[in-house]
């Protein structure tokens, strides 16, 4: 466990791009999903913290890019996420054009952290993000979340399966991951470290 990332506080809440800090000198990772794919916590125990992420929400409402700061220059992005059949349009396409933008033309973005529910992987909107990304040349790592809601072997044949599906692109990495287990937080930091270019924990505890 690297308690770097328990450092990470809330820094601002965006609704346009131009409400964004400076791209420059900074490197940020972006957390995107399906609403409900376990995103929030994620976030929250990857930071080993309760609430820094909200993982209750209220559908039908505008969506923010929130933004969590490490250090000066390196943060992690919490996406709008998509998917929400019950959103009315006007809100659907405000919050994806936000997410697209985001995405496309963010300089500082180093790599996506993509959640997907271990137990209904690989949905459309899913793998139109991933051949988005692939399209961008944006590294991608998912996390197949609450995976304590299936068995080891289960589990352990669905990240094969995922794996197997994507294997072809060496810009995407998957693991399983449970918050409420607090299982795979490792291997996430490690991404994490590799994209942030986080110094060793000697340095940075
Ligand atoms: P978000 O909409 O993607 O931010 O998802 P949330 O983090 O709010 O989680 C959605 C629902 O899944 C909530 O009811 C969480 O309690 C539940 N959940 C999230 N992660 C896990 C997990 O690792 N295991 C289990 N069993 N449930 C989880």
Known sequence: MNPYYHRARFLKSAAALDQLPPHE????VAFAGRSNAGKSSALNVICSQKSLARTSKTPGRTQ????FELDPGRRLVDLPGYGFARV???IRVQWQGLLTQYVETRECLRGIVLMMDSRHP????DLQMIEWCRS???PVHILLTKADKLKHGPAKQTL?????ALADDPGISTQLFSALKREGIDT???VLDRWLDVPPPETTA
Do not use: G, S, Y
């Open 136 to 138: 961008l040349e944006l």
């Open 25 to 28: 000198d900074a490197r940020e």
């Open 188 to 190: 996430a930091h490690e």
């Open 64 to 67: 923010l890019i929130n933004l």
């Open 122 to 125: 690989l949905k459309d909107l």
């Open 160 to 164: 094969f399966r995922v794996q197997k």
């Open 88 to 90: 009315t349009q006007p």
